[in-house]
């Protein structure tokens, strides 16, 4: 039998390059609310939500000052960062919209709504929240019945008033 990963398991972080440390925290942190736990020298940093130790880690030991990676070649699509409800995440679309931060695109994936936007390294990142288990569409055979449709913004703005 094929061996398959244990249920509970999570991805616990991520570490990305930038060319900037301090727009990278501009971002992560004052425009998405991440909280700076600690930084390794000038040339690191470790924020996270809710105290955890990192969330994310961001570095310019091989990337101070380099242009963003090329779209098209491979690597990172984006960073996807779950929110706990469709309020929280309404909250912080709303930050982006009085922010005037360019978002990419925003989706409703059936099991998830999403807004998608770059940092200012283009680096992709994806803000959700999941709908609960229970309301995630099916096929007829029991499995699950993704899709790409437009997400309504204005909807979504109205949860966070």
């Known amino acids: 039998m094929a ?6 398991t999570r991805i616990g972080h991520i570490h990305l390059k930038v060319a900037n440390l301090e727009r990278a925290l501009g971002f992560y942190c004052d425009l998405l609310g991440f909280t700076l736990i600690t930084t390794y020298g000038k040339d690191a940093a470790f924020i996270s939500a809710g105290g955890y130790h990192h969330h994310i880690g961001l570095n310019t030991w091989y990337s101070k000052d380099a242009p ?3 779209v098209r070649s491979a690597g990172l699509f ?7 409800t ?4 309404s909250v912080a679309f709303r930050r982006l919209v009085e922010a005037k931060y360019a978002i990419t695109g925003a989706s409703d994936h059936g099991v998830s709504e ?15 929240w999941d709908r ?11 499995s699950l019945e993704m899709y790409t449709r437009p ?4 909807a979504l703005l109205r949860e966070s008033l």
């Open 3 to 8: 061996y398959t990963i244990p249920d509970n």
């Open 86 to 89: 469709r309020r929280d995440l």
């Open 78 to 84: 984006h960073t996807a960062i779950l929110y706990p």
């Open 151 to 154: 997400l309504d913004l204005e």
């Open 114 to 128: 999403a807004i998608y936007l770059n940092d200012p390294d283009q680096n992709g990142v994806e803000l959700y």
């Open 68 to 70: 963003p990676a090329p």
């Open 132 to 142: 609960p288990r229970q309301a995630w569409p099916q096929k007829p055979d029991g």
